[in-house]
């Protein structure tokens, strides 16, 4: 494998509409199945790989014999709805030819955006990664309140890929990348290779375009690509209209890739300390302070009070017993059940609470430790 892959645990690819389905509305079910060989090899080589694929509203049209032309709202909600149920059994008929798992996952931006869902739906891709399947994620496209765009799922992937702190968004559609025009207008039009850095003059050359079956065109594509690699995850833009375009890729087919800003632990990690709020205080024990600041969750065990009234997923400050603030992270229990669960073994919560909650009251990937 080539140098895309390098270092690269955690990917999220997405798959633009043109690509699963033809110009009649059906699905290209030969294209699907390399891709699901593509999607093998990955998750062979221990990657953990997140899709994000457009093709329900193209799909649903054709089943539902909607007209040609732009469709109303409504209508676009109602060929999601039918095109969603096909593409996730595509889906899951490829991977399980290929031995691998899949797992549906609908999302609306609006859950990336609430932080509470977005713990939710982090944690939940989270467990289907480590348990090896593949999660397969649209926008909840039947629920969306405004229009729905072609390129949202640019967007959405880049927001998912920020979710799920991957090293790699690979959007894959009819372009082989960034050129310094349009290449079907202007000849001279030539390809970049990298971008080390999103400046006004290469926004400016991503001329808006699209094609038939829908694709979110250049600009959204580099919307997507300055949101990811603010957050630590690189970008590579490739023509995903061959058979096997990963195995392509690696191979060495032409792309574009935007270097990633910062790491995503460190782009995680500002994020909270940046956070609003905090909305309470969480007083720990020696011991829990001393595995704070070795790197660890915060258990309930050595909570020894909890101050304020806040939410699940809201930021709160971790004190120490002698009153100086040594982290801020987000809360995975409100105060009231941190209080009830306080000094408590984690394995006593069920029976504290009535629910199964998480193990920890903070986790280490949701806490930064301050200086003191
Ligand atoms: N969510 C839409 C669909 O599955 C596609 C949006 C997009 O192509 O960006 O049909």
């Given at each position: 494998?080539?140098a895309?892959l390098?270092?690269v645990?955690?990917l999220?690819?997405?798959?633009?509409?043109?690509?699963l389905v033809?110009e009649a509305?059906?699905?290209?079910?030969?294209?699907l199945e390399a891709?699901?060989?593509?999607l093998a090899?990955?998750?062979n080589?221990g990657?953990?790989?997140?899709?994000?694929?457009?093709?329900?509203i193209?799909?649903?049209?054709s089943?539902?014999?909607?007209?040609?032309?732009?469709l109303?709202?409504?209508?676009?909600q109602?060929?999601?709805?039918?095109g969603?149920i096909a593409?996730?059994?595509?889906?899951?008929?490829?991977l399980?030819?290929?031995?691998?798992?899949?797992?549906?996952v609908?999302?609306?931006l609006?859950?990336?955006?609430?932080?509470?869902r977005y713990?939710?739906?982090?944690?939940?891709?989270?467990?289907?990664?480590?348990l090896?399947?593949?999660?397969?994620v649209n926008?909840n496209?039947?629920?969306?309140?405004?229009?729905?765009?072609?390129?949202?799922?640019?967007?959405?992937?880049?927001?998912?890929?920020?979710?799920?702190?991957a090293?790699?968004?690979?959007?894959?559609?009819?372009v082989?990348?960034?050129?310094?025009g349009?290449?079907?207008?202007?000849?001279?039009?030539?390809h970049i290779?990298?971008?080390?850095?999103?400046t006004?003059?290469?926004?400016?050359?991503?001329?808006?375009?699209?094609?038939?079956v829908?694709t979110?065109?250049?600009v959204?594509?580099?919307?997507?690509?300055?949101l990811a690699?603010?957050?630590?995850?690189?970008?590579?833009?490739a023509?995903g209209?061959?058979?096997?375009?990963?195995?392509?890729?690696?191979?060495?087919?032409?792309h574009?890739v935007?270097?990633a800003?910062?790491?995503p632990?460190?782009?995680?990690?500002?994020?909270?300390?940046a956070?609003i709020?905090?909305?309470?205080?969480?007083?720990?024990d020696d011991?829990?302070?001393?595995a704070?600041?070795?790197?660890?969750?915060?258990?309930p065990?050595?909570?020894?009070?909890?101050?304020?009234?806040?939410?699940r997923?809201?930021?709160?400050?971790v004190r120490?017993?002698?009153g100086?603030?040594?982290?801020?992270?987000?809360?995975?229990?409100d105060?009231d059940?941190a209080?009830?669960?306080?000094?408590?073994?984690?394995?006593?919560?069920?029976?504290l609470l009535?629910f199964?909650g998480?193990?920890?009251?903070?986790h280490?990937?949701?806490?930064?430790l301050?200086?003191?």
């Open positions: 494998m080539t895309i390098d270092g645990g955690r999220v690819v997405k798959i633009g509409s043109a690509l033809d509305g059906g699905l290209r079910r030969g294209w891709f699901a060989r593509d090899e990955l998750v080589t990657r953990e790989v997140v899709v994000v694929s457009s093709g329900a193209a799909l649903g049209r089943t539902l014999a909607l007209p040609k032309g732009t109303r709202l409504e209508e676009k109602a060929a999601a709805a039918a969603q593409l996730a059994h595509a889906y899951q008929a490829a399980a030819e290929v031995g691998v798992a899949c797992a549906q609908l999302l609306t609006g859950d990336t955006e609430d932080r509470r713990l939710n739906a982090r944690a939940t891709v989270e467990t289907l990664l480590r090896r399947a593949v999660p397969v926008e496209d039947t629920v969306a309140t405004t229009e729905i765009r072609f390129g949202d799922n640019d967007r959405l992937s880049a927001r998912v890929a920020i979710m799920a702190s090293d790699l968004l690979l959007l894959l559609s009819d082989d990348g960034l050129y310094t349009d290449p079907r207008s202007q000849k001279d039009a030539a290779a990298r971008i080390a850095e999103l006004p003059e290469i926004e400016a050359m991503a001329a808006s375009r699209g094609s038939a829908g979110g065109g250049m959204a594509k580099l919307v997507a690509a300055d690699t603010r957050s630590g995850c690189a970008v590579v833009i023509d209209r061959t058979e096997r375009p990963l195995r392509r890729l690696l191979e060495g087919a032409r574009t935007f270097a800003r910062t790491s632990r460190r782009a995680r990690k500002e994020w909270i300390a956070a709020g905090p909305m309470g205080v969480v007083v720990v011991g829990a302070a001393r704070l600041g070795a790197g660890r969750s915060l258990l065990a050595g909570v020894v009070a909890v101050e304020g009234a806040f939410a997923g809201d930021a709160v400050l120490n017993r002698a100086r603030t040594i982290a801020k992270g987000l809360s995975a229990y105060a059940d209080r009830r669960i306080a000094g408590h073994q984690s394995d006593a919560t069920e029976q009535g199964r998480r193990d920890e009251v903070i280490r990937d949701h806490l930064v301050l200086e003191p």
